[in-house]
């Protein structure tokens, strides 16, 4: 079954760092997610993105975030320069479709530490 | 706005009985719902969703959920719990708008007696 990859699964790094972190979707989905997960908190919605734009953003996707899909099989998130605040588990998620029969199939999340 | 509420952070049940986790939403038209399960460490696995139809949706692992418009809510259930469904759940509704997000409740980890 397909399924939705990330890497790295850990990243630990030092605050004001630059991370990229990657995820593969699924080959013929065409909407692409972000969501983060606080340790203990709930899942939020980061941003999402279709036909190579952004369409959509929360408030916690400022500036220092960045999303690209570089060679139309990654989508990656970056994060410019890293914040204690930024360490959370990220998840990234894609679907076929919107609306009725647009679910979305999440990948296993990246953990990011930020020191 | 839209939201999703879960009222119970924690429920403890014993293998074998039964299960209901509650989830209640707020939403101005039919909303498009879903049940994720997480296993520790691990990412967000969808158990069924609601889209319209019949209001009794049936999803993997043997899980149910019903819809009840008259009440916003969105209950998960099982009628026999196995150790392995010790996870944490999470309802979640799909927003209407040009993103489809979801937006989740803040979960309920459910935690299986022997």
């Known amino acids: 079954e397909p399924e939705v990859t990330q890497t790295p699964s850990h990243q630990v790094t030092q605050m004001g760092q630059e991370v990229i972190l990657r995820c593969v979707p699924i080959?013929?989905?065409?909407?692409f997610y972000w969501y983060r997960q606080i340790l203990g908190q709930k899942v939020e919605f980061l941003v999402s993105?279709?036909?190579?734009?952004?369409?959509?953003k929360s408030e916690i996707f400022d500036d220092q975030f960045s999303v690209e899909r570089p060679d139309g099989s990654n989508f990656t998130l970056k994060i410019r320069s890293t914040k204690l605040e930024d360490s959370a588990m990220y998840f990234c998620?894609?679907?076929?479709?919107?609306?009725?029969?647009?679910?979305?199939?999440f990948g296993p999340g990246t953990r990011l530490t930020v020191t | 706005a839209q939201s999703v509420t879960q009222p119970d952070i924690h429920i403890t049940v014993s293998e074998g009985a039964s299960l209901e986790l509650r989830c209640n939403y707020s939403?101005?038209?039919?909303?498009?719902l879903f049940w994720y399960v997480q296993s520790p460490g691990q990412g967000l696995q969808l158990l069924l969703k609601?889209?319209?139809?019949?209001?009794l949706v049936q999803g993997i692992k043997g899980f149910e959920a019903e819809f009840k418009r008259s009440q916003s809510s969105f209950n998960l259930r099982k009628p026999s719990v196995h150790w392995s469904d010790a996870a944490e759940y999470f309802c979640?509704?799909?927003?209407?708008?040009?993103?489809?997000?979801?937006?989740f409740g803040s979960g309920t980890r459910l935690l299986v007696r022997p």
């Open positions: 998620a894609s679907s076929a479709d919107r609306g009725q029969g647009g679910e979305q199939y």
């Open positions: 080959s013929n989905h065409l909407y």
């Open positions: 993105f279709y036909n190579n734009e952004i369409s959509e």
């Open positions: 939403y101005g038209a039919t909303p498009y």
């Open positions: 609601y889209f319209s139809g019949d209001t």
């Open positions: 979640a509704v799909g927003a209407m708008d040009s993103s489809y997000k979801l937006i």
